[in-house]
């Protein structure tokens, strides 16, 4: 019964660093999409997947990548890490026969 | 930039009353869901109409939709203290393979 599990929960990277943020779901669903939540800004999607082996662009996917390998796991890596991706990030999945997303708990990501 | 905005952005109300919460949206849409996020966690689904729909309930939850305005509205009867928490918007073109979200609302319940 875990649904979407994120890992690390808390996360402190230096200017530069690269990192990848983990989101698993059990759930068997094909939809999964990562969001950046800041202040005042709501939720805006970075990348969504319909499917494994299958990924496309939302809103702010610069400095993003995504693969998803696999049903259950999808990825966030960031490659050179700025302070303007300080963020709470989420990892959301979903299915044709669920009736919304299943969030997990956020990853809370600063970046000095 | 973000497909939905909701108004009011901070509502603050007596335990009991009705809270009411709008969102607009720029371009149609397929479905429309409603999450709420206490502070510090994750979304939940609340609930979700389609474009077909006008109105749906769920417990005291209660959401229309008018998409000749391009808006919704999320009505919580007789509100609790626990139901203090933000409230967003989120809407789809299509299943759930890109589903953007407004800017929320923050509803306060004082008891």
């Known amino acids: 019964n875990a649904g979407v599990t994120q890992t690390p929960k808390f996360q402190v990277l230096k200017t530069g660093q690269s990192m990848t943020l983990q989101c698993a779901q059990d759930?068997?669903?094909?939809?999964m999409s990562w969001y950046r939540q800041d202040p005042g800004m709501g939720l805006r999607l970075i990348h969504y997947?319909?499917?494994?082996?299958?990924?496309d662009q939302g809103e702010v996917p610069n400095g993003y990548n995504v693969s998803r390998s696999t049903t259950e796991d999808f990825p966030l890596r960031l490659l050179s890490a700025a302070p303007s991706q300080t963020s709470v990030y989420f990892c959301?999945?979903?299915?044709?026969?669920?009736?919304?997303?299943?969030f997990g708990s956020g990853t809370r990501l600063t970046v000095v | 930039s973000q497909q939905g905005e909701e108004d009011p952005q901070a509502l603050s109300i007596q335990e009991g009353e009705n809270a009411t919460m709008n969102c607009s949206y720029k371009?149609?849409?397929?479905?429309l869901q409603w999450y709420r996020q206490n502070s510090g966690r994750g979304l939940v689904h609340l609930i979700l109409?389609?474009?077909?729909?006008r109105e749906k309930h769920s417990g005291r939850l209660r959401v229309t939709l008018d998409t000749s305005k391009k808006s919704s509205s999320l009505l919580i009867t007789a509100s609790r203290a626990a139901d203090t928490a933000s409230y967003f918007c989120?809407?789809?073109?299509?299943?759930?393979?890109?589903?953007?979200f407004g800017t929320g609302t923050k509803l306060q319940v004082i008891p």
């Open positions: 759930m068997n669903h094909e939809y």
């Open positions: 371009t149609s849409i397929n479905n």
């Open positions: 989120a809407t789809d073109k299509g299943g759930y393979q890109k589903v953007t």
């Open positions: 109409i389609r474009s077909n729909e």
């Open positions: 959301a999945s979903s299915s044709d026969k669920s009736d919304g997303y299943t």
């Open positions: 997947s319909v499917g494994a082996g299958i990924t």
